[in-house]
């Protein structure tokens, strides 16, 4: 049977490719070789040829190289005078079908540049999104390294009937995967089916509607190649890596429905490459014994009810998922998901009512395990439109709780509640904000279940330490406003805490090495004044997740000596880093950029660089999507300081970092500071204000540059002169 199956897959990237080279030259000759072709606003070129060739496809010019490969990669067509080993043969037609294929969707990009969505979500009349912008992809990226998204479904075509294909987009979200849409069957396609059937698609759903057709596949593919370039650190051109990486730790796989073309066993031969097996629900050729892929390479006639099943066994892949006992789906596929006005049935907090999260340790007698108590109106007790305050008061008790760990188990509320389908959470603390769908109402969603849902999570993700939890939630004034007093106190005693602690008040750091699963050689290194990269940890955090789990990502540091105290160099650090990255870094610089700095995987809040001109340094937020006086977008800069490499005059940072007094000392504080976006720079305002007082300087906050002044260094360096920058006055960076 596989003769069949290899024949048809050698025969569609045939096809494919003579397609996408009579395109080209239609084009060439329109255009001329010197016209530029690209994805839009991506450091990654065309990522599948980048990756596997090292070839920076940038006009059209380049691409006759590539078509060139093409010809060589392609096997010559299965017939009964032709025998072949008909594996490799298959593989190499699949490499090239999706090299064409790239192209083509490049010169699709050229010729009709509306034919994607320029936006993160679909739009109406357009629900097909094509390749994913670096911004998304970096944004997204980081949930496959936390491990919220263990991998990827490239469907091609769909099922026959809108509820199957909802129920198995459904499955799929609540295994916590992204689901990538492509191409249809007998005239419709998944993303249809789901929207025919009031599910919400996206990337902030998880149900990505790619493309149209069969070619989009190249945007899955490419997707993996770049989580591979960077997190995993690979370097372009470095096919084999790329590969291996991809086989083993990107955990994704094809499924098809329906009749399947050449041009589908092509891409099918294509993804194995990568260790993608494919599984399908039509009557086709198998290939069962294992190889390149983990276990099958092509499972065929698989059942609809056990078609997710089958292909997360398929692929190896291990999802832990407990069930939750709610009225509604719940799983990290759904924290992305918005409620907008016309679905939206209520909302607590956000400004439009009192609204107030806080979770407290209390002694083992005052908690009663599993008690959630709801006291004032609840959902059913509501009209649509009619919002109420909330508190939410979650208690806990164990013998091995202590208060530093409070705002570990804190944090988790916001993922928590957003991760019950139809409920949107936003902001903590007393600005925390929540919203709640019509959809919900109607399955009999009530605020109890948000005490369910904390209620079990807590206890299965922090067994060790918490053995009673409860949960009060009020939805009356006068107890929301006791809860918000009672809130306001725990917050100030937090605060003060990890305020009065400096980098010279301890002897221990903590490692953060969450990130190593794609970027092996980074180690993040957490102090009292400088908070993770990518903003989520600060010291006490990981003193509390030490505590919580011994062997996991946060470890303890000791010092040691001190080799350098202006770089902030450490014999105890450089010594665990060595031995962390597996001696990929061997020196590290603490409150440097210039000389041995941090390491970063790429999930970073913002990016500092080098201003050799302006002889200062500017920071770039992630959100920010214009260009920078480094003549380089975040994009572009994101691929200098990530990929765990250490790259002197770019390093990753959070925005909390921009206010530590151990901000870039090597290089002389916070007056290097020349640049910033403006929407960053009044985000931390009130405490860049507060620090440039601590400096002596309360006027240096107007001598920041923004994009409203310039984004060249040209202009920022005239801007500096016009203001009077300290900058200007110190001795050389470089």
Same mark, same amino acid.
């Given at each position: 049977m596989s003769k069949i199956i290899y024949s048809a897959a050698i025969r569609g990237a045939h096809k494919i490719v003579d397609m996408a080279e009579a395109k080209f030259e239609e084009v060439l000759k329109k255009y001329g070789p010197e016209q530029e072709v690209h994805f839009p606003n991506t450091a990654y070129f065309l990522p599948i040829i980048y990756s596997m060739l090292g070839a920076k496809v940038q006009n059209l010019g380049d691409m006759k190289d590539i078509f060139k490969e093409c010809r060589t990669l392609l096997p010559e067509q299965v017939s009964e005078n032709i025998w072949l080993p008909y594996l490799a043969p298959a593989l190499d037609a699949g490499m090239a079908t999706f090299f064409a294929e790239e192209m083509y969707?490049?010169? %699709?990009?050229?010729?009709?540049?509306?034919? /994607? $969505?320029?936006?993160?979500?679909?739009?109406?009349?357009?629900?097909?999104?094509?390749?994913?912008?670096?911004?998304?992809?970096?944004?997204?990226?980081?949930?496959?390294v936390d491990g919220t998204a263990p991998g990827f479904a490239v469907i091609m075509g769909t099922p026959d009937n809108n509820e199957i294909a909802s129920k198995i987009a459904l499955e799929l979200q609540e295994k916590n995967l992204y689901i990538f849409m492509h191409d249809q069957s007998n005239g419709?396609?998944?993303?249809?089916?789901?929207?025919?059937?009031?599910?919400?698609?996206?990337?902030?759903? %998880?149900?990505?509607?790619?493309?149209?057709? /069969? $070619?989009?596949?190249?945007?899955?593919?490419?997707?993996?190649c770049r989580v591979a370039m960077a997190f995993g650190g690979i370097k372009p051109g470095d096919y084999k890596g790329n590969l291996i990486y991809n086989k083993d730790r990107t955990f994704a796989f094809v499924m098809a429905f329906g009749p399947v073309s050449d041009e589908w066993y092509a891409n099918a031969a294509g993804a194995i490459n990568w260790g993608f097996p494919t599984i399908s629900d039509y009557d086709i050729p198998e290939i069962l014994p294992t190889g390149i892929c983990t276990y099958e390479h092509v499972v065929s006639q698989v059942p609809h009810e056990e078609i997710v099943q089958k292909a997360i066994e398929v692929r190896g892949l291990k999802v832990n998922v407990t069930k939750i006992d709610i009225p509604l789906s719940f799983g990290p596929a759904f924290e992305g998901e918005r409620i907008r006005k016309d679905d939206l049935f209520m909302e607590c907090g956000g400004g439009r009512t009192s609204g107030v999260e806080v979770l407290v340790s209390k002694d083992m007698s005052e908690v009663e395990d599993g008690k959630v108590t709801v006291e004032g109106p609840d959902i059913k007790d509501l009209q649509v439109g009619q919002n109420v305050p909330l508190g939410i008061l979650v208690e806990v008790a164990?013998?091995?709780?202590?208060?530093?760990?409070?705002?570990?188990?804190?944090?988790?509320?916001?993922h928590l509640i957003n991760y019950i389908q139809g409920i949107m959470h936003m902001g903590q603390r007393n600005i925390m904000w929540l919203r709640i769908g019509k959809a919900a109402v109607e399955k009999g969603f009530s605020f109890s279940h948000i005490g369910k849902v904390l209620h079990g999570k807590l206890h299965q993700e922090f067994g060790a330490i918490v053995d009673k939890i409860q949960v009060k939630i009020y939805t009356e004034l006068d107890k929301v406003e006791e809860v918000q007093e009672l809130a306001r106190k725990v917050y100030a005693e937090r605060d003060e805490r990890l305020g009065s602690m400096t980098d010279e008040t301890e002897e221990i750091f903590y490692s953060c090495t969450l990130c190593q699963s794609f970027a092996p050689s980074h180690v993040c290194v957490i102090t009292p004044e400088r908070i993770g990269m990518c903003g989520a940890y600060n010291w006490l955090d990981g003193k509390a997740s030490y505590q919580i789990n011994p062997t996991g990502p946060n470890q303890p540091i000791q010092k040691g000596d001190c080799l350098d105290e202006k770089l902030g160099r450490f014999k105890g650090i450089n010594d665990f880093v060595d031995q962390t990255s597996r001696g990929a870094v061997t020196d590290l610089a603490l409150y440097s950029l210039m000389n041995s700095p941090m390491t970063a995987c790429g999930c970073f809040e913002a990016i500092a660089a080098m201003l050799p001109q302006c002889n200062g340094i500017m920071v770039v937020n992630r959100d920010y999507s214009g260009m920078t006086p480094s003549g380089m977008k975040f994009t572009s800069l994101a691929g200098m300081a990530g990929g765990g490499a250490q790259t002197p005059g770019f390093i990753g940072?959070?925005?909390?970092?921009?206010?530590?007094?151990?901000?870039?000392?090597?290089?002389?504080?916070?007056?290097?500071?020349?640049?910033?976006?403006?929407?960053?720079?009044?985000e931390i305002k009130d405490k860049l204000i507060e620090r440039c007082k601590e400096i002596g300087m309360p006027e240096f906050y107007d001598m920041i540059a923004t994009e409203e002044n310039g984004t060249t260094e040209e202009e920022i360096l005239a801007f500096m002169k016009k203001v009077g920058h300290p900058a200007l006055e110190m001795e050389a960076i470089v």
């Open positions: 969707e490049a010169i %699709r990009y050229l010729e009709t540049p509306d034919f /994607y $969505t320029k936006t993160e979500d679909p739009l109406e009349n357009n629900i097909w999104l094509g390749a994913a912008d670096d911004v998304i992809f970096r944004k997204r990226g980081v949930e496959f419709k396609n998944m993303a249809e089916r789901l929207i025919e059937n009031k599910v919400q698609v996206g990337w902030n759903t %998880r149900l990505v509607p790619f493309g149209k057709s /069969y $070619t989009s596949a190249v945007f899955a593919i490419g997707f993996a164990g013998r091995g709780m202590q208060s530093d760990f409070e705002p570990i188990l804190e944090r988790q509320f916001h940072v959070s925005k909390h970092f921009m206010t530590s007094p151990k901000l870039f000392v090597a290089e002389g504080g916070l007056k290097r500071m020349v640049w910033l976006p403006k929407m960053m720079k009044e």
